[in-house]
Every structure is written in structure tokens, then in C-alpha cells.
């Protein structure tokens, strides 16, 4: 099986691109953060903050997490609910970040990504699919994008989902999860050695899905 791995921080696009990369290339499109985000909204439900302070393995051993494909896009289902639009909020973004750095969690949904990678041709996105998750994947991305840049562009999605949010709190909730990602002690977010960097800071949408898949088929012929 061909295996992409396509690492950055959040709001680089990397859920969007990389969706329609697998799309070109016909291949099956995983996107692991919205994983992290279901099992976020699981601990939010029980009470949780982003301190995770209580039984973790026990909600955990509850929990019933599943990816489906339906029409060709992936619907995440937790505990036989589809929660694919309730995870897509600043609020599960940082539960988000909370829950990933607990290597219990990681352990949790390690299995079912690798198994995904071992059975299909994908195109998986994360913070660590290059260096932990999928290591000898043929081609490595790391996407990226100036953090103001990255703001901008989430707080129009946001804004065209209809929240109320304010640009300023869309940079600051960025900054701490770059933060949050980058200096983990476990699977810390960083750019694998034999990964291409993939800035799109200066780049249109459309530039940067050409630049994704240049460097893909260039990955993969060899």
C-alpha cells in the first residue's frame, strides 16, 4: 500500500487539502485529528477541561470509536452517534490538543490508524503521521502556513459556519495549541527529517493543492 503522511499545525489546511489530494489520487482520505477531536468531545460530555483531571482509562474502556465512508467522505462516529460537525468547534479543537497529549489516548487510537494505513492506499493527516504514527510512509508533507496567516483562514470558516467568534480569539486559541503541540513530551508536533515543507503562507488554495500533489506523485514514482 502507498501511504502519505501530511503532519503541520492547525489551520494549515491540512484536513482540506489533504481530503482532496486522496481525491486525485484516488486514494482513501483519513483525517486523525477529527479522532482526537471525538474523543475530546467524549471527555467534554463527562465534565472534563483541558486539565484532565479524573478516570481516563475507564471512560475510555467506554468509548466506542469508528470511521465510516460515506459517499467518499469520512464520517466519524462516537459510541454509534455521527459527530463529525459537532467536533469542527474551537472548544473541541482544544480538547483536542488536551487529549492528544496523553499517551494512553495516542495508545487507544494507534491501532486502528495504522490498520487503516496497512489495508489502503491513504492519505493520512495529523500532528505525528510522519514521525510515530506511519514512519516509513513513501511520502512525507509537512504543511504549514504563518500563524496569522493559519488564524485568518480558520476564523472564516468559523465565521461561514455561522459562530460568533472574534479574530483575536481565533489567533490566541491557535497560538496556545502550537504551543501545546510543539513541546509535548509525547509525539511532539515537528517536521519529520525526510519530510518536503509545504509553506503556503503566499499561496492560494488552489496553489497550495498543486503544490500537494506535485510533490506527491513526485514521492511516489520513485
Do not use: C, H, W
Not at 516509513?136 to 476564523?155: G, H, S
Not at 480569539?169 to 491557535?174: A, I, K, Q, R, S
Amino acid at each position: 500500500m502507498i501511504n502519505i503522511a501530511i503532519d503541520g499545525p492547525a489551520g494549515a489546511g491540512k484536513s482540506s487539502l489533504s481530503k482532496l489530494l486522496a481525491k486525485e489520487l484516488s486514494y482513501i482520505y483519513v483525517d486523525t485529528g477529527a479522532l482526537y477531536r471525538a474523543v475530546g468531545l467524549k471527555f467534554s460530555r463527562f465534565g472534563f477541561d483541558t486539565s484532565l483531571q479524573g478516570d481516563i482509562d475507564t471512560i475510555l474502556e467506554d468509548t466506542m470509536l469508528d470511521i465510516r465512508f460515506i459517499d467518499g467522505a469520512q464520517r466519524v462516529f462516537l459510541d454509534g452517534v455521527d459527530v463529525s460537525d459537532e467536533i469542527r468547534t474551537p472548544e473541541a479543537s482544544m480538547m483536542a490538543s488536551a487529549v492528544s497529549a496523553k499517551p494512553v489516548v495516542r495508545e487507544f487510537l494507534l491501532g486502528m490508524q495504522r490498520r487503516l494505513a496497512e489495508k489502503n492506499n491513504v492519505v493520512m493527516d495529523g500532528r505525528d503521521i510522519g514521525t510515530v504514527i506511519l514512519p516509513n510512509a513513501q511520502v512525507k508533507i509537512f504543511l504549514t502556513a504563518d500563524v496569522k496567516v493559519r488564524a485568518e483562514r480558520r476564523y472564516k470558516e468559523l465565521i461561514e459556519k455561522g459562530q460568533t467568534v472574534s479574530f483575536e480569539e481565533v489567533l490566541e486559541d491557535m497560538k496556545v495549541r502550537d504551543y501545546n503541540d510543539s513541546n509535548r513530551p509525547i509525539a511532539p508536533l515537528k517536521q519529520a527529517d525526510d519530510a518536503v515543507l509545504a509553506d503556503t503562507t503566499n499561496l492560494t488554495f488552489e496553489e497550495s493543492l498543486e503544490l500537494l500533489i506535485k510533490i506527491a506523485r513526485e514521492g511516489i514514482s520513485k
